[in-house]
């Protein structure tokens, strides 16, 4: 049979995750990685500002310092040993990148540049430390670039615009998964001893986004609907600085180099809410604090933005004023030129994309949809584990963003995704690769496609007359609305009724095009089943939380709530419900404290 396949393991996504995860499992195992996109089209290729590592090539650092960064960041939500092993494992990480070829930029000494973002710190002071380790602002490229060259090096098969469907589980182990070939719409197995998910995140569930058209939750999705629950969906990222309306990231990284927030009246707004860091304080932090800013009328003209302002005579003024020093100790000035070398895309994308001169003119920017903390739940070494005892299920992983490790808890640091991506790719990986080469072949149900076909077959037998955008845009916009940086009971319900009248309504979706080459139209309405299904999780989980913690903020319960809610969200979906469960939170050695940038 031309459609069936069978490899020891199966990598699911060719981002970052996927392929780390492929070149090491194919160090001892035949492996295969399935894409629904040509590998370097994945979103890891977007990444900007850089990936985290405490080298200490331009200034003291210590992976410890690292750690606590990354537990206080995750607002006291992460696992201190994932994080812990993540950090120490960063910095080896980062020179197998450098010696695999990845072009990163230089200091004067030659050593791997590194810059400062939100939450980085020196854990003495205070102060921000240089952490990010940067290719100008292409890091995620160079990644994605050097990772692909080095898995076709090592004969790493690849199935390359092939869409999963569905995954298959047999006797409580992974057997392989269901995959279109979108060339010519025909359903393949793939029959494998291990399968790796990796499929990035879920960003599209918002109106505004800087996440690429493809983040769609296929892999969380399917698996949800096969009994494996999600962990902390309601921890979502917004990260501060989206272009406005469009949502398209301009990197922290800007920040990093000395730019900052500048309110309708001319302040410096971040001063008021994070005096010691400012315009470095993490994520959830600024974002929360421009929605105030805007809230209270001092957004740009009274407008939902605000200004990112990286002009020269902007940075050499608030450089001077934080007294901000370079690694040799000289007062830090920039010229255009040098903003200009370090930040090429950035110019580059606000000339595209704003009519706006950088170095010349202000940035206007907003909150934007960014990055997935919740996902399928796993453990250190990329082994999903569904339930509250983390009982693993034999044969199956995830890494990168679909995955939670939970490293990131309540909040992602910047820089700290790359980073997730490189270290738990690699574990999933040499761990999936282990368990193949001592198991055997699960034996495959009588229809592998059966599951696979119904859900196509539903679109394609569809009756109805309602548009799949007009759904989309709906769910984007009750969720951009009520489940974004700021949350309420009222508003969540309200998102709620809303996902379930939008579930039912895409049921009876008008027809698509019923060509079998490429045909996207199909996959919308089967990706937007799955955002709804993710978007459900989300607010379900959310709602429950009655507190505020890292990205999940609630005006009707503002403060953080340890006594009740130091815990992991599962949920399930059983019976068409959402169930939910809780798991602790691994507390090693820093107790939670409140946190002051
Ligand atoms: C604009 C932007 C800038 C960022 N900048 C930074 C940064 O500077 N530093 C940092 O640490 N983090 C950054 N992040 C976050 C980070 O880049 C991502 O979280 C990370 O790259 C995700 O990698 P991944 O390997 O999990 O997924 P991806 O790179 O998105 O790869 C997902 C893969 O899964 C495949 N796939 C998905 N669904 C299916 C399916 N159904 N069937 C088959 N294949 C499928 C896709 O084809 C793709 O190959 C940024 C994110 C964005 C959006």
């Known amino acids: 049979m031309s459609n069936y396949h069978q490899f020891d393991v199966i990598v699911v996504g060719a981002g970052g995750a996927g392929l780390m995860a492929a070149l090491y499992a194919s160090k001892t195992a035949n492996t295969a990685v399935i894409s629904k996109l040509y590998p370097t089209r994945s979103h890891t290729g977007t990444a900007q500002g850089g990936v985290g590592a405490a080298l200490g090539n331009e200034g003291e650092d210590h992976p410890d310092w690292h750690t606590f960064d990354t537990v206080k960041g995750s607002d006291y939500l992460g696992d201190q040993d994932a994080i812990e092993f993540m950090c120490h494992e960063a910095v080896p990480a980062v ?56 898995c076709i090096k090592n004969d790493v098969n690849f199935f390359d615009e092939f869409q999963v469907l569905d995954v298959l589980i047999e006797n409580g182990a992974a057997a392989g998964v269901v995959a279109l070939e979108l060339a010519n719409r025909e359903l393949h197995v793939f029959h494998a001893k291990s399968v790796i998910f990796a499929t990035g995140g879920h960003g599209r569930i918002w109106e505004i986004t800087s996440n690429a058209y493809s983040y769609t939750g296929d892999g969380p999705a399917a698996l949800l609907r096969r009994g494996i629950p999600m962990e902390d969906m309601e921890f979502f990222q917004f990260h501060p600085t989206g272009i406005y309306r469009m949502g398209i990231l301009i990197t922290e990284g800007v920040r990093g180099e000395g730019g900052i927030l500048v309110n309708d009246k001319g302040e410096r707004f971040m001063e008021h809410y994070a005096p010691t860091v400012k315009d470095l304080a993490s994520r959830d932090v600024i974002s929360r604090a421009m929605y105030l800013e805007m809230r209270d009328g001092r957004g740009i003209n009274g407008k939902r933005y605000l200004y990112l302002d990286m002009r020269p005579e902007t940075v050499n003024r608030y450089a001077a004023l934080d007294g901000r020093k370079r690694p040799d100790g000289s007062p830090y000035v920039v010229t255009g030129e040098e903003l200009l070398s370090k930040l090429p895309d950035i110019v580059d994308f606000a000339r595209t994309y704003l009519g706006v001169d950088p170095v010349a003119q202000p940035m206007p920017v907003q909150p934007t949809a960014h990055y997935a903390m919740g996902g399928i739940p796993t453990n250190m070494y990329g082994e999903v584990v569904i339930d509250e005892a983390n009982t693993v299920l034999p044969g199956l992983y995830a890494a990168g963003e679909c ?8 909040n992602r640091l910047g820089t ?43 679109i394609l037998h569809s009756d109805g007359e309602e548009k799949v955008y007009v759904i989309g845009h709906e769910m984007k916009s009750v969720m951009f609305d009520e489940v974004g940086v700021f949350r309420t009971q009222e508003g969540m319900q309200k998102a709620l009724e809303k996902i379930g009248e939008l579930r039912e309504r895409l049921k009876r979706v008008r027809k698509p095009d019923m060509g079998k080459v490429f045909n996207t139209e199909l996959l919308d309405i089967w990706e937007l089943g799955n955002l709804l299904e993710l978007a459900e999780v989300t607010t379900v989980s959310a709602l429950a939380r009655t507190e505020s913690r890292g990205g999940h903020a609630r005006e009707d319960y503002p403060k953080r709530d340890d006594v009740n809610w130091l815990k992991h969200t599962l949920a399930w979906k059983r019976n068409g419900n959402i169930e939910l469960g809780y798991k602790p939170v691994v507390i090693t050695k820093f107790q939670p404290k409140e946190r002051v940038y």
């Open 416 to 458: 700290n995704s790359l980073l997730d991506l490189i270290v738990f790719g690699k574990h999933a990986g040499l761990r999936a690769a282990e368990y193949a080469n001592g198991a055997s072949f699960q034996t495959l149900p009588a229809d592998p496609l059966e599951y696979a076909n119904q859900q196509l077959d539903q």
């Open 403 to 410: 995955a939670c490790v939970s490293v990131h808890g309540a």
């Open 95 to 150: 020179y197998e990148l450098e010696h695999m070829g990845l072009p990163f930029s230089r200091t004067e000494d030659g050593l791997i540049a590194q810059r400062p973002f939100g939450g980085h710190t020196n854990n003495i002071t205070g102060k921000p430390v240089r952490r990010a380790c940067y290719a100008a602002d292409r890091t995620g490229h160079m990644i994605l670039q050097t990772l692909y060259q080095q």
